[in-house]
């Protein structure tokens, strides 16, 4: 693979053989941005994050994995939730959520939208 570049650079053999991947790599990186890899690729990362949760969400019956998708609720506050659902047999309102460790009432009124009983 050895290619005779004429020009009035005195190139090694290693160095022409640098010059021809670099030349082609920038060619496949136009080639997939022409044809729109890149759009794809953001679009499937894109609708992996997308919820597909409906809110509100019962608060007795909602999943680890439904109420880590309520804004304000992450892994910490979910896992407390459930904790207390399980140790007092459910909610029997939304208020009761400020008895959950760590949220008090203004969390509760940013939380209220996203649950119901």
Do not use: C, W
């Not at 729109?36 to 597909?52: C, D, F, I, M």
């Not at 509100?56 to 896992?79: K, R």
């Amino acid at each position: 693979m050895d290619f005779k570049l004429k020009s009035k650079f005195h190139l090694t053999s290693q160095e022409k053989r640098v010059v021809v991947f670099l030349v082609f790599s920038f060619l496949l990186y136009l080639s997939a941005r022409i044809t729109g890899v890149e759009r794809l690729r953001y679009r499937l990362v894109s609708q992996k994050y997308q919820s597909s949760i409906v809110f509100p969400l019962d608060l007795n019956s909602a999943s680890y994995a439904d109420l880590i998708e309520v804004p304000g609720i992450g892994p910490v506050y979910a896992e407390r939730i459930i904790q207390y659902r399980y140790e007092n047999n459910g909610f029997r309102s939304i208020d009761e959520l400020v008895k959950v460790k760590g949220i008090g009432k203004n969390k509760l009124e940013k939380l209220k939208p996203y649950f119901k009983l």
